[in-house]
C-alpha cells in the first residue's frame, strides 16, 4: 500500500470518529445535560478512547461548536434554499411560508443549544463565540433580505435590524417549543410572526394554518 493510499484511510476514519463523536456527544448533551456530561460520557457513548476525543477536539466547548456550526449551516441552508426561490425578488408572504415549512425544528437541538447557552452567559469568552456565530446567522439572512428588493417596515432600521428581529422571532418560538411540544403550532405562530415583522402584517396569502 502506498504512502498517498495510507494518509488517504487515516483521513477517512479521522473524519469518521470525529463524526461519531458528534453524533454520540449530541445524544448525551440532548440527554442528559451540557453541563452534566463529562468527556469520559461521550467518549463511552461513542465507543472511542479520551485520546480519540483529543485528537478531534480540545474540550467539550470545541465540541460543542462543532455542533452548532453544523446546525447553523443547516438551517441557513434552508433559510436559503427557501428564499432563493423567488430569484432577484422576494415575496415575503411566500417566502415565509417555504421557510417555515422546512426549518430544523428539532427539541433535542434546542434543549442542548438552550444548555450551552447558559453556560456561555457564565463564561465570557465561550460567550464571544457563540455571539459571532449567530451574528454571521444574522447577515445571511440580512444579505438575503437585502438582494430581495423589498420595502421593509421603516421601524426595523433597515435589513440588520429585520435579521435581528427574524432571529428574535425564531427564539421565541423555539422556547415555547421547549415548553408545550406542539412543532406544528411553533411552524405556524413563526409564520405569522416573520410575516407580520416583514411585511405590514396585512398580507396572510403565505398562511396556511392557524393556532
Not at 468527556?39 to 457513548?45: D, L, W
Not at 426561490?85 to 422576494?90: F, I
Request: hydrophobic share 45%.
Amino acid at each position: 500500500m502506498g504512502v498517498g493510499e495510507t494518509t488517504r484511510r487515516v483521513t477517512r476514519r479521522r473524519v469518521r470518529t470525529r463524526a461519531n463523536l458528534l453524533d454520540a456527544a449530541f445524544a448525551v448533551f440532548a440527554a442528559k445535560g451540557f453541563g452534566h456530561v463529562s468527556i469520559e460520557e461521550v467518549c463511552e457513548a461513542a465507543g472511542y478512547s479520551r485520546g480519540a476525543f483529543y485528537s478531534n477536539f480540545d474540550s467539550l466547548d470545541e465540541l460543542f461548536f462543532a455542533l452548532y456550526r453544523q446546525r447553523a449551516d443547516l438551517i441557513a441552508d434552508q433559510v436559503a434554499g427557501a428564499l432563493a426561490v423567488d430569484g432577484p425578488g422576494l415575496d415575503v408572504p411566500a417566502a415565509v411560508d417555504r421557510v417555515t415549512e422546512v426549518l430544523l425544528l428539532d427539541r433535542d437541538w434546542l434543549l442542548v443549544k438552550t444548555d450551552f447557552l447558559v453556560h456561555a452567559a457564565r463564561d465570557p469568552a465561550v460567550a464571544a463565540t457563540l455571539l459571532e456565530h449567530r451574528a454571521r446567522l444574522r447577515a445571511a439572512i440580512a444579505d438575503r433580505l437585502a438582494r430581495g428588493h423589498t420595502a421593509l417596515p421603516a421601524v426595523l432600521g433597515g435589513t440588520d435590524g429585520a435579521a435581528h428581529a427574524v432571529v428574535a422571532a425564531y427564539d421565541g418560538v423555539t422556547t415555547q417549543l421547549l415548553l408545550d411540544r406542539d412543532i406544528e403550532h411553533a411552524r405556524a405562530w413563526l409564520g405569522r410572526l416573520l410575516t407580520a415583522l416583514l411585511t405590514d402584517g396585512s398580507d396572510t396569502t403565505g398562511q396556511r394554518t392557524t393556532a
